[in-house]
């Protein structure tokens, strides 16, 4: 389940403009991947995501 729940993780960030965990728990929800923010935030850690600025104050995943 975890390679999968973080196969997933890594599409959506390479998809989709993700701002926040909580974002990212509702679309893996809509993939059918229910998942808790303590361990999205350990798969985010794991994986080596980062958070970088867009224009203006906002943050985004992006994959390392």
């Known amino acids: 389940m ?6 997933k993780i890594l599409e959506l960030i390479a998809q989709y403009a993700i701002e926040t965990q ?3 728990l509702e679309r893996l929800s809509e993939c ?3 998942s ?7 798969d985010i850690k ?3 995501i ?3 600025p867009l224009k203006g104050s906002a ?3 992006e994959l390392p």
């Open 32 to 34: 059918g991947i229910p």
């Open 22 to 24: 909580e974002e990212l």
């Open 2 to 7: 975890k390679s999968k729940r973080q196969e």
């Open 50 to 52: 980062i958070k970088t």
């Open 36 to 42: 808790m923010q303590a361990t999205v935030s350990r």
């Open 59 to 61: 943050y985004v995943y």
């Open 46 to 48: 794991e994986l080596g």
